[in-house]
């Protein structure tokens, strides 16, 4: 089972490009990389999800680079409603059975 | 509100008392998870269901737990003889292909 490595926190001031960095140095062939957002009180909350290169959605984006080791999560000029905790996440696309979220990075957005 | 619903979201109880949870995913998911968080920490995964037929179930999951899905739609978590280390958050997700849905969670105390 392939676990994760992520900052504990970061802290960023509104309006900047936030990138989170994440280690797997242990991801398997057909393991994909999902990044999951989570506000007190709620569960996670499905943000990107990639194989390898970059994908891009409304929300953020997603760079892998060719030996997959690492990924890193790109949130463009965050607002307040950004704080949050962030899970790496790697397993199969379809349903890893025991996905492992480790403790997360805690961002927190400053005015 | 993903559609992943949960019920209680807060449940109160003293030792030793038995407590059960509902979840009720989006209905066409044939995939049900349920996870624990306690306070600091990421979801860790309990117990899988593949439609009715439980797949996986963590080491975290003591011989006090139980988990059904009747039917392959909704399901249940009961733990017996709570212990105040049971204290947590209880997610359900659901999945079809991908991403998971999370509910808003269950919330116990154990007293």
């Known amino acids: 089972l392939a676990k994760t490595t992520q900052p504990i926190s970061m802290d960023s001031y509104e309006g900047q490009e936030v990138n989170i960095t994440c280690s797997h140095n242990n991801i398997a062939t057909n393991d994909y990389i999902t990044w999951y957002q989570q506000f007190p009180s709620q569960g996670p909350r499905f943000i990107i999800q990639?194989?390898?290169t970059k994908v891009t959605n409304e929300v953020a984006s997603l760079f892998i680079p060719a030996d997959r080791k690492s990924s890193t999560l790109s949130l463009p000029r965050v607002s307040l409603s950004d704080t949050a905790v962030y899970y790496c996440l790697v397993g199969g696309q379809t349903g890893a059975n025991n996905l492992f979220f480790g403790t997360g990075t805690r961002l927190t957005v400053i005015p | 509100d993903t559609g992943v619903s949960q019920d209680p979201r807060h449940k109160i109880t003293k030792r030793g008392q038995n407590v059960t949870f509902r979840c009720d995913p989006i209905?066409?998911?044939?995939?049900l998870y349920w996870y624990r968080q306690t306070l600091g920490q990421g979801p860790e995964f309990l117990t899988y269901f593949q439609n009715e037929a439980q797949l996986e179930k963590s080491r975290l999951l003591s011989d006090r737990f139980s988990a059904e899905r009747p039917k392959g739609s909704f399901s249940t978590l009961e733990i017996q003889r709570t212990e105040q280390g049971d204290s947590a958050m209880y997610l359900c997700?659901?999945?079809?292909?991908?991403?998971?849905?999370f509910g808003e969670g269950s919330r116990l105390t154990v007293l």
């Open positions: 209905s066409e998911h044939n995939r």
């Open positions: 997700a659901s999945s079809q292909v991908g991403e998971l849905f």
């Open positions: 990639g194989y390898k």
